[in-house]
């Protein structure tokens, strides 16, 4: 089944949202907003656009739960806990992220902005040790 077609079957919209402009949502739409491998890839000034977005959309007490790859582990506990030949974009995705996500985790980019803006951070290990979930909290 094309996309289009699974999409066009749920109440699901699609919006197109050019790069370094507001999500098309109004002010405190959400409990949650979740972001899953992508700010890693960003650079500070995108990154801290997406974020100020997202917390200008969030309801009080609203949570942003970031996935982020840590680029730990070896490839071959990788292989070991998630590969079979019904998931073979877990080996794309743990080569196309593993140095990025490295400098990411060590970085603390997220804990730093929490601190700066004075929000609540947590951070938990999942994935075997293969990713990262960070949740900042209004």
């Known amino acids: 089944m094309k996309l289009k077609k699974k999409i066009n ?3 699901i919209k699609l919006v ?5 402009s507001s ?3 109004e002010n405190n739409s959400f409990d949650y907003i979740t972001i899953c491998n992508v700010l890693f890839h960003l650079d500070d000034k995108s990154v801290d656009l997406i974020l100020d977005d997202s917390r200008r959309l969030l309801k009080k007490d609203g949570k942003i739960i ?4 840590t680029g730990n582990n070896d ?3 990788l292989l070991a ?3 079979s030949l019904d998931n073979l974009s ?6 196309a992220t593993k140095r990025r996500a490295k400098t990411w985790v060590r970085e603390r980019y997220l804990e730093q902005y929490s601190s700066k803006n004075k929000l609540n951070y947590k951070k938990k290990i999942t ?3 293969f990713a990262l979930f960070e949740i900042i909290r209004m």
């Open 9 to 11: 079957d749920t109440n």
């Open 16 to 20: 197109k949202i050019e790069k370094d």
């Open 23 to 25: 999500l098309p949502f």
């Open 66 to 69: 970031i996935l982020t790859p």
């Open 75 to 77: 490839f071959f506990s």
């Open 81 to 83: 806990k998630f590969f």
């Open 90 to 95: 877990i080996l794309i995705w743990y080569f």
């Open 127 to 129: 994935m075997g040790g």
